[in-house]
């Protein structure tokens, strides 16, 4: 699965913004998705994940009530609404995808397959 993340930026805090990430390459809804995020000299930490058919989604605590995670299989597409955003919550956001929830779940170790990367940052 190659996956291209897009729609990072800047955003005052309070602001919000929504992250997409678009699959090819295999069949989308035959893999659990998820988000994680990474600032330097941290270890990537994980925001929230999806099931196959959208319907179980799980959140960091750092994050519940704020983000949200969903996913479009039609057009092969999963989304990260952020709402509510804290400076805390600037870093590089990867999409990533693998056939068990589990393991995007307990990653980042283990997942198959991660996008590129995008750049959020939320300013005071």
């Known amino acids: 699965v190659q996956l291209q993340a897009s729609g990072g930026g800047l955003v005052q805090a309070g602001g919000s913004l929504r992250l997409s990430c678009a699959g090819s390459?295999?069949?989308?809804?035959?893999?659990?998705m998820g988000w994680f995020r990474q600032v330097p000299g941290k270890e990537r930490e994980f925001a929230g994940a999806?099931?196959?058919?959208?319907?179980?989604?799980y959140y960091a605590d750092s994050v519940k009530g704020r983000f949200t995670i969903s996913r479009d299989n039609a057009k092969n597409t999963v989304y990260l609404q952020m709402n509510s955003l804290k400076p805390k919550d600037t870093g590089v956001y990867y999409c990533?995808?693998?056939?068990?929830?589990?393991?995007?779940?307990?990653?980042?170790?283990?997942?198959?397959?991660w996008g590129q990367g995008t750049q959020v940052t939320v300013s005071s």
């Open positions: 390459g295999r069949t989308f809804s035959n893999y659990a």
């Open positions: 990533a995808s693998d056939e068990s929830i589990s393991t995007v779940r307990g990653g980042p170790a283990g997942i198959a397959y």
């Open positions: 999806i099931s196959r058919s959208g319907g179980v989604t």
